[in-house]
């Protein structure tokens, strides 16, 4: 019986308050939308920044003698080195290639025979990537037969590692800020909406109603308000990242329909935040009712 009173209430209640009710929909879509969009920017701009780092960290030359065992041992060797996430070969046809595409020149041309020698590209993960483990990397591998010589860009890469780490810094503060400013204004327009329910309160309040049937209800519209405000917002960001992609404005490596989890966050966090803040709201209502 409560049950049913209480989704009976709930629905009814949003009936009653029906423009409050819109206009707190709105300002929570709005306030998600901002969330949504702000911490989908920092995850693609990582990305862009992660992919111009470059494809790999460094890069193993091998001795232009070094014969096929050889490489598959050395081969071995890095793939199985802690921390490596991808070693790719690169051949000699393979680096003339390359030498070819980024010169403009062919250097068989220049030359009777190819110089240019055979290499390894590796690339670390994440939790493995710092200039000391690389370097304790290289050590280890400068030592072993055939290789000739290892290449890392040190300077740039402590240079992208720093700007990396102040994108985590600034990224964090910003979303903070967003989700701060969106507190402040989900809040104030849920007073208001509480406030056009103030007679309904009243009334309950002196038939009797304890507390907990005085707020079920509204509790109910605030979670219904925070699932309506999530779906919309998420409409509107994949809206807006099908019109990007139609129209050839940018290539977005992170789209939200693709990561479900920042779909559930978004309508958890709507839903919270707007069930919350009814009762909240409702709370201090009832100190005057009383």
């Known amino acids: 019986m409560k049950l049913g009173y209480i989704i009976r209430e709930g629905i009814i209640g949003i009936r009653r308050s029906r423009m409050p009710f819109m206009i707190s929909v709105f300002s929570l879509t709005v306030a998600l939308a901002l969330v949504g969009i702000g911490t989908l920017a920092v995850d693609n701009g990582l990305q862009y920044i992660g992919d111009l780092q470059a494809d790999y960290d460094l890069e193993v030359f091998l001795e232009n003698e070094t014969n096929t065992i050889q490489k598959r041992e ?9 921390g490596v996430f991808r070693m790719d070969y690169l051949s000699k046809e393979d680096a003339a290639a390359l030498y070819n595409a980024e ?52 300077d740039l890469f402590d240079r992208v590692q720093g700007i990396l ?34 007679e309904f309160i009243e009334t309950v309040r002196l038939l009797g109603a304890s507390d907990f049937m005085v707020k079920a209800p ?9 699932f309506i405000g999530g779906i919309i917002a998420v409409l509107i960001i994949a809206g807006l990242e099908t019109a990007l992609e139609t129209y050839h404005i940018i290539d977005l490596p992170v789209r939200i329909l693709h990561h479900p989890e920042v779909i559930i966050g978004m309508l958890l966090f709507g839903m919270s935040l707007s069930a919350l803040g009814v009762l ?11």
């Open 280 to 290: 909240k709201a409702v709370r201090r209502m009832l100190r005057f009712v009383s």
């Open 74 to 82: 050395i081969a071995k060797i890095i793939s199985e080195y802690p």
């Open 165 to 198: 780490k102040s994108i985590y810094a600034l990224a964090a503060a910003a979303i903070f800020l967003i989700i701060l400013s969106t507190v402040f204004l989900t809040a104030n327009n849920l007073r208001l909406m509480i406030l056009a329910r103030y």
């Open 103 to 154: 010169f403009g020149e062919d250097v068989l041309s220049l030359l009777d025979d190819n110089p240019l020698p055979s290499s390894f590209r590796v690339t670390f993960s994440e939790d493995y990537r710092s200039a000391l483990y690389i370097q304790s990397f290289i050590q280890s591998i400068a030592l072993l037969d055939a290789v000739d010589e290892v290449m890392f860009k040190k």
């Open 218 to 226: 509204i509790f109910l519209e605030g979670g219904i308000l925070g």
